[in-house]
């Protein structure tokens, strides 16, 4: 492992920045009603020192960027070990989820909220949001971009006027680069119309005052492409149950988009990642989760690891990235670059046929949150109904495993809630096994999981199995954030708090304080 040691580790100083704003902005929302319009945008403070940009990229040994026939990668320079930190960013722009109404959200397609692409989607002529040809276009040909990218769209065109070396020095290496990439993707337009209307005048008008006649025509044809391929979503300790609750400590309002430089997107998808990321605040930080071999491509997930197990076709609609994520993989860590993601046009027909036959999953957040409304004994017969493997969820289609996966979350949390605790240590132990099968080796959802093994077996005196998973959890943990047990009891410190057993069985002293005591206490 490559242990992150360093007295100079700027993780805990952001952790207690990220928990500082989370407060202000509950403590502002229960004053005010909208904390969006009274507080600070999200940008914590980190030395220069510890960023990574394009430049100590290429400077340094850890990575290179390679440019070969699908466009530019990163690469591994020397062998690299599980837990090596390869890039820690601050974005060029940053929009709050608070900042985008859920109901323009809701009436757009979706853009794609991942990094950057070599490959595009179906043949267009070349268009843009200030496009004033005369020839009639079929607006059923055209992407539909949504508010949230038309926001950052228009918060980095305010950027790059202010301070144009924002487009010559970092955004105008991003995908797409040239005008046969741009002719080669759907055309961006904005579906707030009120929204594309400022971001067309910003286009027209503010662009030629700034910058000579190619360079605008550039950005104008080029920045919403590079907003569309290149966004990224920013969670903060997303993976812990306590996540959604902003009352109790989850930092759900630190939720947000951000368009960052190519030391994040000149990374590429790969199914069977060796890299993967984590937020505190608008940090990203990119970490090897598994050894790497020198010259390797260096690849992290633009799906969520849970859907990693699903089809081909499942993971291409997932992804809607205009391009075809091929490899049906079977994790063999040895062979991330051979498995690595080929991509393939899209016709507007093939889109259209692809998005009608493709299901998406059915216990999503949403149907998660009604389940859980509903009282803990209703909530088990019809989570024990759903997870009937004679009865699937579909009809029509075969079961996402992902899917049953988030109903044995649920089911180990209702078991748990009814103190039925040997009954929810099993079912924690299945899901164990489902992230062991489908996650990367080093993986912050199966340390929750390992947390959760520990706890829910204390809870029953299973001491062994109890103090076994608290140290795989403790372990795994360290290799993805450093810090050790203190670093682990900070980040847990309102996850432990969670109670979803009526009691604790063993004793009087608290399961954290057994299992991961605090060194300083």
Known sequence: MAAITSDDDPIDNLLDQAESYAQSYLTL???????????????????????????????????????????????AKRDLEMGQRLVIAKPVTLIMACEVDEEDEDESDSDGATADEEDGGRQSKEKNVQNTDSESIDPLSHATGTKRNGLILLHTLQSILENPSIWTDTLSHLFPRTTDEVLALPPWICSNASLGMEIETVMNTSLSKSFDDDTARDIQRRLPLIVRYNVLSVETSNELFVYPDAENGGLIHLEATGLYGPEVSFFNHSCCPNVSRYCIGDIMFFITNRSVEKGQELCFSYIEHEFLCESSARRTAMLDMDFTDHSDVDHDETNVTQQKSKRQKVTPKQQTRHEEDIPSPLIDVEMQNELMATP???????????????????????????????????????????????DALEEWLECLRFCIANYPPIDETTVVIHVRIALCAYSCNEMTIATKHAADALKMHDILFGGGMNRMRKRYKYEFLVKMRREDGCGSEKAEDVFWPCCNK
């Open 29 to 75: 929302t229960n004053q005010d009603g909208d904390a969006s319009a009274s507080l600070p945008p999200l940008s914590l403070s980190i030395p220069s020192r510890h960023l990574t940009t394009l430049t100590s990229i290429l400077e340094g040994d850890i990575m290179e960027v390679k440019d070969t026939v699908r466009g530019k990668g990163m690469y």
């Open 376 to 422: 803990a004994l209703d909530r088990l017969e019809m989570i024990t109904d759903l997870l009937d493997p004679n009865q699937p969820l579909n009809p029509n289609h075969d079961d996402y495993q992902s899917d049953k996966y988030n109903l044995r979350i649920l089911h180990a949390i209702t078991l748990e809630n009814l103190a039925r605790s040997k």
